[in-house]
């Protein structure tokens, strides 16, 4: 506890002219931040002061402190507990023989939160740990540990990391959230809430194919059906199995629709693309849209470091004119490719070595190409095949 001297005096009565006991302070004050209080007081002439503290409501019995002080006007009381009624009265003590000491004047208050533990720094925190630090002048010997369905931790401090101030807290559970709340014996003295990192989306084991039509049955097929549901319709977002039915944690979210288009059904059969084999319902069905229109989709949940390669496919028979579609694919990086679907039967177009974004993520942006002689500006995709860049 630390005293807070003052010069500053109130005359307020002259003992040897009125009285033979002091009177008591006309003013007594608690002013809470935390669990820091600061008591004040008008002093009286010729006096110092006895102070009392309890943990109660004007009791004056649990946990009680006396407190001499000299000639002052505040005084700060420190390492109290968080969320605790507490009380403290004060009486004048006379310097003058034959005066009595004035009666007690008292107040009561609630502390508020103590809070000694910092923020994580983002490198501090893992998928499995969490680095705590917090303020080392504080008193402290255990940390709680606790999740939703978890049965609560303790772990007691060592010497080590107390001098320190910091402590690693080691085999917690992937992108979960954990409230520690450190304590000096059972008092409170802070509590943080903090999640650790989710796991990367796992590699991918096998090509991932999306069809864009009617639903297609066939194994190794993610299928994106509806042109009017696009996000945040619930159907506008698609999550991605590979080949192989793995799941990838990758999702492919349609952001902007063909506007002016629809689905068509009039794309090849009987296509054999190395690497890009299509049942007949994928191949002879998919979306398109008209000039001046953008359609847009974004891939999400991608690993940062690791390059793509989108391939699409595209087709529309028993036409005469030039239907290319520009397919601008955007990450950290960009590349375009194009493809003319006019009677298309074996042609794909690929942006290769595409980075995703920060946020693990690759946008797909479609509009007609330079070369599309259709008078309605028709462009379109059929079928996607989303790879990892072979070293």
Same mark, same amino acid.
């Given at each position: ?217 066939? /194994?190794?097929?993610? &299928?994106? =059906? #509806?042109?009017?549901?696009? %996000? ?5 977002? !698609? ?127 479609? /509009?007609?190409?330079? &070369?599309? =002689? #259709?008078?309605?500006?028709? %462009? ?5 095949? !989303? ?5």
């Amino acid at each position: 506890m630390t005293n807070f001297l003052s010069c500053e005096k109130h005359n307020l009565e002259d003992p040897d002219n009125t009285t033979d006991r002091l009177f008591r302070p006309p003013t007594f004050s608690a002013s809470v931040n935390a669990n820091e209080v600061t008591l004040s007081w008008i002093p009286i002439a010729n006096a110092t002061y006895w102070l009392e503290v309890s943990k109660d409501s004007l009791l004056f019995e649990t946990e009680p402190q006396q407190i001499e002080l000299g000639e002052v006007n505040t005084y700060i009381l420190t390492e109290l507990w968080s969320s605790t009624r507490y009380s403290a009265r004060i009486k004048a003590i006379s310097k003058k023989t034959g005066v009595k000491d004035s009666e007690f004047i008292a107040v009561t208050f609630r502390t508020g939160v103590e809070n000694i533990f910092f923020t994580p720094d983002e490198e501090d925190i893992t998928e499995t740990s969490i680095l705590l630090s917090w303020d080392k002048n504080k008193e402290v010997d255990k940390v709680t540990i606790s999740a939703t369905g978890m049965t609560t931790r303790i772990v007691s401090l060592s010497q080590t990391e107390i001098v320190a101030g910091k402590a690693n807290i080691e085999e917690l559970n992937k992108a979960t959230s954990y409230t520690f709340r450190i304590y000096k014996g059972e008092m409170l003295r802070g509590t943080i809430t903090v999640m650790t990192v989710a796991p990367p989306p796992p590699a991918l084991l096998a090509p991932v194919f999306i069809n864009f039509g009617m639903d297609n049955m066939a /194994t190794g097929w993610n &299928n994106l =059906t #509806n042109i009017l549901q696009v %996000y945040p319709h619930v159907n506008g977002t !698609l999550p991605l199995n590979d080949k192989e039915g793995n799941t990838t944690g990758a999702s492919l979210v349609y952001l902007s629709p063909f506007t002016g288009g629809a689905r068509h059904t009039t794309g090849a059969t009987g296509t054999t693309i190395p690497g890009f084999e299509m049942p007949d319902i994928v191949s002879q069905q998919g979306f398109y849209g008209v000039n001046g229109a953008v359609a847009q989709f974004r891939l999400e949940g991608l690993h940062l470091d690791q390059p793509y390669d989108v391939c699409f496919f595209a087709s529309r028979m028993s036409v005469s004119d030039n239907r290319e579609t520009k397919y601008t694919v955007t990450g950290s990086n960009e590349i375009i490719a194009f493809l003319n679907a006019s009677n298309n039967t074996s042609e794909i177009a690929c942006a290769q070595e595409v980075y995703p974004d920060t946020d693990g993520n690759i946008t797909i942006t479609l /509009t007609n190409g330079d &070369n599309n =002689t #259709n008078s309605t500006g028709f %462009y379109g995709i059929n079928a996607m095949r !989303l790879t990892i860049k072979e070293e």
